[in-house]
């Protein structure tokens, strides 16, 4: 057990570890990274590991009560905010429950999820608490990226930046884990790029594989079908707000793995090389600057997610700027 249940992020989880054993725990920390990487599952594992009742040894153990209770959401001094948007109403809430001493532990704590969805209302609401936090208070806020807060929020709390992990890492985690076969975990791991989530999701999630399908259809289809019809193509994905961020990943190594086809043909170097047909006769048909051309709208729109534009705009935009950029060269 212990934090090695968190593939890779070894600086975050030896500090972490450093300061729940040395008592010097801070009272907000800014959790980011692309929900692949599965910033909330981090949250609650730092969370159990201040409120785990083992001294020695790992911490958290996994086996005591207050990790079995932080497991089944039970926890009585654990609040976790799951809202896509908290409102101010929550932050007056958590503000005046902050306040009251801990039931069972010596440390409360409170993870706000999705941080990135908060109102500039809502932040200013909770920078009070930030302020002036009681002893025992602790407010885990996760977000996609730093930037997505107020920079008054962010200078208040200690930022944890989560990393994508190897390749490597995330095979041998899916073989010996999650118990998938060779050939299955290594597909996903390629896939993944890093993430772990995004390597469950491409195994476990029907959806996520079919979308990925119909994505790169829509883009070797698009030149030819015209905007209308990709846009409608696009609407049929039905795409939500949670998506967004392995869609943009998606849509990169694909246009990275045409790129790399159509300079050196070769299918092992490909992330989707059960794709390998429609990406030799797409590449067939691009120039090398409009593929380029594509990554950049890919990567300009991953710029749009960390700032807040809505999912829809930024669907739209990408498949109207690719559309662009695979047609103008
Ligand atoms: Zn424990």
């Known amino acids: 057990m212990g934090f090695s249940t968190v593939l890779g992020q070894e600086l975050v989880k030896k500090e972490l570890q450093r300061q729940i ?50 497991l089944s959401n039970n926890h009585e001094d654990l609040v976790i905010y799951p809202e896509e948007t908290l409102k101010v109403d929550n932050v007056r809430s958590l503000e005046k429950d902050i306040h009251i001493k801990p039931y069972s532990s010596g440390k409360k704590i409170y993870i706000i999820n999705h941080g990135e969805g908060m109102t500039p209302q809502g932040q200013n609401a909770l920078l009070k608490t930030l302020e002036e936090p009681p002893s025992f208070g602790i407010i885990l806020i996760v977000a996609r990226s730093k930037e997505s807060l107020l920079p008054t929020i962010q200078s208040r709390c200690q930022g944890l930046g989560l990393k994508p992990v190897s390749r490597e890492e995330i095979y041998d985690a899916l073989k010996n884990t999650w118990g998938y076969d060779e050939e299955k975990a290594r597909a996903a791991a390629k896939i993944a790029g ?24 829509l883009y070797s289809e698009m030149r030819e079908k015209g905007i209308t019809a990709s846009l409608e193509a696009l609407e049929r994905l039905s795409i939500e707000k949670d998506q967004i961020d392995e869609v943009l990943d998606l849509s990169f190594s694909f246009f990275r793995d045409l790129l790399l086809y159509k300079a050196l043909q070769k299918p092992e170097w490909l992330i989707h090389g059960d794709q390998e047909k429609l990406i030799a006769s797409l590449g067939k048909n691009c120039s090398r600057e409009g593929i380029l051309g594509s990554l950049k709208e890919v990567e300009k729109m991953q710029g749009y997610t960390r700032a807040n534009v809505s999912t829809k705009s930024i669907l739209e935009m990408l498949v109207l700027n690719i559309h662009q950029a695979l047609s103008d060269k």
């Open 21 to 70: 054993n040395g008592n010097t725990l801070n009272h907000a920390y800014l959790i980011h990274g692309n929900p692949g990487l599965d910033p909330q599952g981090f949250a609650k594992v730092f969370a159990q590991g201040i409120l785990c009742m083992e001294k020695q040894g790992e911490i958290p153990c996994g086996r005591c009560i207050a990790c079995k209770k932080v």
């Open 194 to 217: 890093g993430k772990i989530k995004t390597a469950l999701r491409f195994l476990e999630d029907e959806d996520y594989e079919n979308r990925r399908k119909q994505l790169f259809v």
